[in-house]
C-alpha cells in the first residue's frame, strides 16, 4: 500500500484567459443615472438640474464615451470648485452605482459648463506641446504625477507621433507620465 499523504501530484496547467471585453449596456446606464442623481442631488440639497446623452462617436476614434451627464443651476459652482472635485466624486459614486469594470469608467462621463471639454483639451494641448520640446531638445520631459485617467488621455494623443514614445513611471500618487526621444532607451 502507498501512502497518498506525501505523494506531490502535479498540478493541473494554467493558461492565461483574456479577460472578456467589457461592454456597457447604455439604456440600461442611463435609467441606473437618473436614479442615482434624483437620489443623490434631492439628498445633497442641491439646486441643479441634468441631462444624460448618448453622445456619438467623435471622428477621431478616441472618444469612447457612451454616457454623459451635463449639469446646470444655481449650484453648479460647487460642483466646479477645487478642480472638480464634487464633480468628480458624483461620478466616481455614480460608477461604483452602476457597479461598473473599471475598463468601463472613462465610458460613464459627468460634466458641468464644458469643464472636463476644457480640461481634456487642456490635456492633449500639453501633451503636443512636450512632445515638440523633447523633439526639440532630445531631453526626456516629465509631468507631475496624474490620474491614470489623464495619462491615459495624454498617451493616446501621442500614440503614433512622430520622435517620442510616452511611458508611466513611478507607484500609486506618484505616477507620472514621461516622454521620451523615440530613440533613447529608458
Known amino acids: 500500500m ?3 499523504r506525501n505523494t506531490r501530484r502535479p498540478r493541473p496547467a ?14 440600461r446606464a442611463i435609467a441606473e443615472i437618473r ?25 477621431s476614434g478616441r472618444d469612447e464615451t457612451d454616457v454623459v451627464a451635463m449639469f446646470e443651476g444655481e449650484d453648479k459652482d460647487l460642483l466646479l470648485e477645487r478642480n ?19 475598463r468601463l469608467h472613462d465610458r460613464v462621463r459627468f460634466d458641468c459648463g464644458d469643464y472636463r471639454s476644457a480640461h481634456l483639451d487642456e490635456l492633449k494641448l500639453s501633451a503636443r506641446v512636450a512632445a515638440q520640446r523633447v523633439r526639440e531638445t532630445g531631453q526626456e ?9 489623464e495619462r491615459r488621455i495624454m498617451h493616446l494623443e501621442l500614440t503614433g507621433a512622430a ?14 507620465l514621461v516622454i521620451y526621444p523615440a530613440n533613447k532607451k529608458q
Open 84 to 102: 472638480a472635485d464634487l464633480l468628480l466624486s458624483l461620478e466616481h459614486i455614480a460608477h461604483r452605482w452602476l457597479r461598473l469594470d473599471p
Open 163 to 176: 520622435g517620442v514614445r510616452t511611458a508611466s513611471e513611478g507607484v500609486g500618487d506618484r505616477r507620472q
Open 2 to 4: 502507498r501512502d497518498e
Open 35 to 59: 436614479r442615482f442623481l434624483d437620489v443623490a442631488l434631492r439628498e445633497m440639497g442641491l439646486d441643479l438640474k441634468y441631462e444624460i446623452s448618448t453622445p456619438p462617436s467623435a471622428d
Open 141 to 149: 520631459f516629465r509631468f507631475n504625477p496624474m490620474s491614470p485617467r
Open 14 to 27: 494554467t493558461h492565461e484567459h483574456p479577460r472578456p471585453e467589457a461592454r456597457l449596456d447604455s439604456q
